[in-house]
């Protein structure tokens, strides 16, 4: 970013000087226009029903949006989240139909998606940085080989699950709200407060925004960029928890399917900038909840099923233009 | 003929669009005046990222046009989505609108198991179309018959070779449906021993990958006289491959489906593809014929039962000699 910011202009300089309220507030504005209108279009928007459905959709893509915002701010990708899911996912349904024990087999379950996601994540963090080949096409790779996997051990088929406990995780309420969206917000909260108020977060700013800097200042680029994707990984992990328990079953071939894309959208429409070095985490919440909504208005309506991704499409390069407006 | 498609052929024309707004507005004055029961039924299928799955959607548009017109008092949503995830969210949001009934061909079963199990339990009248859940959890189910496809696929490819000579099977993936398609080919087959299966592979049903496969097939095998493709797509893509390496050893070709296109080849006497069998995408319009008449109560025609919970479509055979009933110039399958 540094040759970019040297010819920035004034105006685009005090935008960016501005606290991160203020980073937000393009896809905020966005998001309040979209709600206004979606209650506009359909009388069942409002629908407490709706609201908890529209939340607990976007949840599962919400959170592997945050992890690919770490990933993004120090200026990597993460193409393979969905395939991970899949596998990850995999894993978890062979974990819960080994244990007999139904409450040991949920537990362990999602210790395992964890940490099979966080191995995963490693997997490509350590090819990145060790490999030294290039985020996007080391995710790339492995986008095709964790699909491939999770096809492998499954004959393709759909795995699913007669636990009687492990549908309560993902399909469970507390306080009249998802579990999945607890997770979701829960997980936005912790990853702000490491994002921007800890050591480790500005130096995840710092490596996106200049390697180069950030080496001679001291950090350990290297092992940042390796955490990020460690991180994707994880939160991969806890979304593949959520989903399968919610469905009590995985399609290797179609679970986490166009995720990466869904994930990336949310983290630009949310203000983070692709060439990292920037963005918010309340930001990417707001990305995936303006997708979510999308989606659910446009399903809502009744909207033409061919004409669905042209108008998300739409909103999507708005969303974009309304914040990059002001970048020369 | 399990096509509900009755009252002649539309044209896709400015005409059809001013019908459907005139027809949207005439809903709406219902809507605000009916005193009389409102239905609603949401309908939700796969995109159309294949020929048989633009013909679902062709023929949910189309019955659901036909049938609003039969029955003012009810309304359609017709949804699809791109990955069973989605479809999951398809159906949440249906179910928002105080759904009377739920036309859905899922995806991929399993992780669609839940939200319909979920739909049904609420007491929404559900019809499960193509694709058997694993634990029941509908009114209706029905699909087409895919042993039926094989059989009838493999008896009259054993005819018109007079039980001699050696073929090639284009298989789709190691999915159920496929299975059961093979298995029943393979069964009728074995009572032909002049019959010679010198390959059997999967193509994934995909037009592309059957075109290498073929490809690769007829270069390992120079003696071929018939070809089997369980699915039309993957019959045309193989069609390409035969003329591009001009194989006139090949006599004859059978697809499975029952696509417009095919349809038409063997309507204007294609020398090598000669027969087809039916596996219909309009069997998604039958469903929601179904759907109108369950969440009714009505029976159908003069059966003294109300609607059956299982119904089996017939594979039916289309050669030069029935093809004409098959024609319908304006599906997209």
Redo the contacts between chains.
Sequence with gaps: MSPLSQRTTPLAQRFRNLPISGAILAPLLALIVLFVISSLASE?FL?T??LS?VL??VS?TGIIAIGMTFVIIAGGIDLSVGSMLALVGVVVLYVLNTITDPFQAVILAMLAALVGGALLGLFNGLLVTRGRIAAFVVTLATMSIFRSLALYFT??????TRNPLF?GVG?GFVLGLPIPVWTFFALAVVSHVVLFHTAYGRHVCAVGANAQVARYSGIRVERVVLSTFLIAGVCVGLSAIM?TS??????P??????FELDAIAAVVIGGTALSGGRGTVWGTVIGALILGII??ML??T?VS??LQGLVKGAVILLAVLLQYKRAP | MPITHANGVTTMTLKRVLQKTALGAALMGTALTASAQEYTIGVTVPAAEHGWTAGLSWWAQQATEELAEKHPDVNFTVLSANSGTAQVANVEDLMIRNLDALVILPYNPATLQAVISEAYEEGIYTVVVDRELETPAQNVFIAGDNPGLGEQAARYIAEELGGEGNILVLEGPPIPINSQRVDAFNRVMENYPGINILASQNTDWNAQQALSVTEDLLGSNPEVDAIWAGDDDVLVAALQAIEENNRDDIQLVVGGGGSQRVIEMIRSDHPIVKGTVTYPPSMIASAIALAVHGVKGERLGDMYHGVPSRMILAADLITADNVEEYFEPDAAY
């Design positions: 069942y629908n029903r709706n459905n607990r959709q599962y004959d393709a088929a759909e795995v699913s549908q399909g989903l919610r469905l009590n079953s995985v399609s071939s179609d679970a986490g399917y166009f989606n659910n399903n809502l009744g099923p061919y």
